[in-house]
DNA sequence: GTCTATAGCTTGATAGAC
DNA sequence: GTCTATCAAGCTATAGAC
């Protein structure tokens, strides 16, 4: 088990990640992400021998994976889930605006692009935002927000950042992402000040 | 300026705009689309000289001014914007599910591949989207929502919308839309008391 | 306006030397 | 494990008959 192996199967899912980010599945050939990988087709097919679809699923659990916990990451480095949240769209925006709009969710554009055509590709992104989902929820619920809405309260974050990268990119303006923001952490304070109320 | 003309564009456009729903562009070939509008290579270059890009601006801006008008005439149709929210997150939700989870934003799929990538795609979605927008703060200032709060509601209701489609559509499962729907109208409720209390 | 045929290129995937 | 060469099939786009 040298390293070899091992650094050139993670550049290949790291140079396919980005090529899905920028421009989808579809359009991402396996020439182009052998070529950004610094690979050759051999060594992708060594490593990937179902070929894209393998490719595909692996990199979208990897990059689900590595996105969770940047976001968790920038939630639990904040005294509270609201302050947690507030750092989290704010970081959201500056990324998009450091990187010209193209540092995005590393899955919802392929997410859309197979929703209803690619059954087992679906599944595997169905398990990743089902995991973002429970984490937020879970972080939720620990700062005082009462099981049911946290379970709520994650999809509309999830469901905001996903609407927010979406109009900040084809904006090239992430006064999107700002906005959202803002209406996520009102709903979350509203939700802790009426469980304090005991309603 | 016969019949015949007309029908066969207008063909075309609708089954690229219902591929584009489905699938996205780069996986949607044009000879899927003369087959699905029942038409041929040459009629096809015909109309759109341009080839797919030009066929594809065509598609976007025909669907997306049709999705503004359904959107609108859904929340015109109820005696408030609360209540036509409300309704339209209803009906977006069965329309999911109705439709398998198909049928959901002509333009999301397609805005995302390109965003990046396609600079002269990437203009035509921005100017969709921000007639949406326009329209659908000029609804909620009718309504009594202070200029400013309607602009950033109205970003706000179409990310909702955006990312309830992402992931029911991926979930297969409505019940997120009705979620993000619960929280645009929770929050239009807000600003509508405040303006009241006059803040 | 519609049709068929085809050019020229790219795609995902395979084979076999090293 | 890595590399190159190659295949069959797909793509966008064009040409020219009707």
């Given at each position: 088990?040298?390293?070899?192996?091992?650094?050139?199967?993670?550049?290949?899912?790291?140079?396919?990640?980005?090529?899905?980010?920028?421009?989808?599945?579809?359009?991402?050939?396996?020439?182009?992400?052998?070529?950004?990988?610094?690979?050759?087709?051999?060594?992708?097919?060594?490593?990937?021998?179902?070929?894209?679809?393998?490719?595909?699923?692996?990199?979208?659990?990897h990059s689900g994976r590595g996105?969770?916990?940047?976001?968790?990451?920038?939630?639990?480095?904040?005294?509270?889930?609201?302050?947690?949240?507030?750092?989290?769209?704010?970081?959201?925006?500056?990324?998009?605006?450091?990187?010209?709009?193209?540092?995005?969710?590393?899955?919802?554009?392929?997410?859309?692009?197979?929703?209803?055509?690619?059954?087992?590709?679906?599944?595997?992104?169905?398990?990743?935002?089902?995991?973002?989902?429970?984490?937020?929820?879970?972080?939720?619920?620990?700062?005082?927000?009462?099981?049911?809405?946290?379970?709520?309260?994650?999809?509309?974050?999830?469901?905001?950042?996903?609407?927010?990268?979406?109009?900040?990119?084809?904006?090239?303006?992430?006064?999107?992402?700002?906005?959202?923001?803002?209406?996520?952490?009102?709903?979350?304070?509203?939700?802790?000040?009426?469980?304090?109320?005991?309603?």
């Amino acid at each position: 088990m040298g390293t070899t192996e091992v650094d050139t199967r993670e550049r290949i899912v790291a140079a396919t990640s980005a090529l899905f980010m920028q421009q989808g599945y579809s359009a991402t050939g396996l020439k182009a992400i052998a070529k950004a990988g610094r690979a050759t087709t051999g060594s992708l097919y060594h490593f990937f021998p179902g070929g894209k679809a393998e490719l595909a699923a692996a990199t979208l659990r990897h990059s689900g994976r590595g996105y969770e916990e940047l976001v968790m990451s920038v939630i639990d480095g904040a005294p509270d889930v609201v302050t947690g949240l507030r750092a989290c769209f704010a970081a959201a925006a500056d990324l998009l605006r450091a990187t010209d709009y193209v540092d995005a969710c590393p899955i919802a554009t392929v997410a859309l692009e197979v929703a209803s055509s690619d059954e087992p590709l679906r599944q595997v992104i169905d398990e990743v935002f089902r995991s973002w989902l429970d984490a937020a929820a879970r972080r939720l619920a620990a700062d005082g927000v009462p099981e049911e809405r946290a379970q709520e309260l994650a999809i509309v974050f999830v469901a905001a950042l996903e609407g927010g990268f979406l109009l900040s990119r084809v904006a090239r303006d992430a006064s999107a992402m700002e906005s959202v923001g803002r209406a996520v952490v009102a709903a979350v304070e509203d939700a802790l000040a009426e469980a304090r109320r005991g309603s």
